[in-house]
């Protein structure tokens, strides 16, 4: 196993490097403010068995979970993903998906994951710059903490008495974002976690020893410097291996980003909101400030959707670019999911469906100036599905912010982000529908979702259980009442023809 921990402070913070007590089996970390990024690497033969014998039967697995509480970036963690836990995996050729799901569902205690046609099979439209392999699984949910994950891992994975490893499975609980990668080819499981401050009081102090099992334990402070290219993230500060550095060593590098900010402030965030009353058809607002601008002009400004199974987008709306003028969108570059216009929520068989849009802000060439104030919005139409009844007439869904971010051509043909020891891949669009190489400048949001998350809850008007149980015994009395109608009706058609029967023979006698 591997081990790498990596500490992000702000250029003017006051760090000083005796805050880091280096000894020959462990390092000390005193009063820290920073950032902090952990990964870990476990050989297929290290995991549990119950774990090892389902990634042999998988190609790739890529699984996301990020936080729906706002928080802000640190580089060279820069990446987004919308709220919950993601997944896209390969399954080997001719081996079964019976297996992942319910292991994944148990990890996370996920109902839905047990359930196998939720997962979505998915085609890849951008093949040749996507790291995956078809045919591909995709499955999403709102799940709002790590708290089950933390119990699976250290009831399996921690052995007794094993406290620094049940101690590192209990900091996952204040993780902004999980991400667990297996690639059949490498053989290895990769884990990495992200916290973009410390928990508490603010500041990291522990002992961060070796682990038992690791071949190598490696821990950096860094901060971020100025590049020399704008594609460039430059950090430069100290690092060292435990039980290898007798002292810090001075460390500084640079390596070209695929993902990078706009700084949440007042004129470059985006809010997510759904203008009341939604009713059948909710629109999904974007808003901008009106001098949000591009990082350069051959960039566009996109956003990624990820929607339940309750919500849908109706394509052929979205296909009139009259229509799409007025909403202050350009065009769909991407759908994928269930998008029957009919079906109601209970026949849908998969979790929901993707969409990635290009908007078009006003300051462009796709529609004239629309703005309210400072601000102009990203209006999105989207469509309910019929939901099954509940008490009280109502239902909620959960329904994640999206990520919003500019698409940029690097300019340089032959830039690769594989030097960059920070890349965070398969995050559902940055390698699926946009070529290399590609820049993302993620817009960042300072403002609060439902409850202080990047969430919205939509309530959908459904048929009320409690309200409406006389129709069920009206219902089951009028179908007796017309069993008994047409009961009566042929036994007096009955009796009747068995009288007029009799009255015949009785006449043939007389005669």
Request: hydrophobic share 40%.
């Amino acid at each position: 196993m591997k081990e790498r921990i990596t500490f992000v402070h702000a250029p003017d913070s006051d760090f000083h490097p005796k805050q880091l007590n280096v000894r020959t089996d462990s390092i000390r970390v005193e009063a820290l403010k920073a950032a902090r990024e952990e990964q870990l690497r476990f050989p297929l033969q290290e995991l549990p068995q119950e774990i090892s014998q389902v990634l042999r039967q998988c190609r790739e697995l890529h699984l996301k979970w990020a936080s729906a509480v706002p928080y802000l970036s640190a580089a060279p963690f820069l990446s987004r993903i919308s709220p919950g836990l993601h997944i896209l995996f390969s399954p080997k050729p001719n081996r079964s998906v019976d297996l992942v799901a319910p292991l994944l569902g148990k990890t996370f205690g996920s109902s839905n994951l047990l359930v196998l046609d939720k997962i979505s099979p998915i085609h890849l439209c951008n093949a040749s710059t996507s790291r995956l392999s078809a045919p591909v699984y995709q499955y999403h949910e709102f799940l709002p903490s790590l708290k089950d994950f933390v119990i699976y891992v250290q009831e399996k994975a921690c052995g007794k008495g094993d406290y620094q490893c049940s101690s590192a499975a209990t900091r996952l609980e204040n993780a902004v974002y999980l991400d667990i990668d297996y690639e059949a080819a490498s053989r290895e499981l990769i884990l990495t976690s992200f916290y973009h401050e410390p928990p508490g009081l603010g500041l990291w102090n522990e002992k961060i020893q070796r682990r038992p099992r690791s071949v190598k334990t490696e821990v950096g402070v860094f901060t971020p410097e100025e590049a020399t290219d704008r594609n460039e993230i430059s950090l430069g500060g100290f690092s060292s291996i435990i039980g290898e550095d007798a002292k810090l060593k001075p460390t500084r590098f640079s390596f070209p980003s695929r993902h990078h900010v706009l700084r949440a402030t007042s004129n470059s965030s985006f809010h997510a909101t759904f203008p009341t009353p939604t009713g059948l058809h909710p629109t999904f607002r974007l808003t901008f400030p009106s001098s949000i601008s591009p990082p350069s002009p051959q960039c566009a400004l996109h956003t990624y959707l990820t929607l339940p199974s309750p919500l849908f987008v109706d394509k052929y709306q979205l296909s009139s670019p009259n229509f799409l003028a007025s909403k202050n969108l350009h065009a769909i570059r991407a759908l994928e999911g269930e998008t029957d216009l009919e079906a109601p929520d209970w026949v849908i068989r998969s979790w929901g469906s993707t969409l990635l849009l290009e908007l078009a802000p006003p300051t462009t060439k796709h529609v004239p100036s629309k703005t309210v104030g400072e601000q102009w919005h990203a209006d999105i139409p989207l469509q309910l599905r019929y939901l099954p009844p509940a008490a009280g007439g109502g239902s909620g869904i959960n329904v994640v912010w999206p990520v919003v971010f500019w698409a940029c051509a690097a300019g340089d043909e032959e830039m690769k982000f594989d030097g960059n020891p920070f890349d965070r891949v398969n995050l559902g669009y940055e390698g699926r529908f946009f070529g290399p190489p590609t820049v993302f400048y993620h817009v960042l949001t300072v403002a609060e979702g439902e409850g202080g998350r990047l969430v919205e809850r939509v309530m959908v008007p459904v048929m009320d259980l409690e309200g409406t149980r006389w129709i069920e015994s009206a219902t089951v009395g009028a179908i007796v009442l017309g069993a008994f109608w047409v009961f009566w009706r042929l036994l007096r058609l009955c009796l009747r023809e068995a009288w007029e029967k009799k009255e015949r023979r009785v006449e043939k006698k007389m005669q």
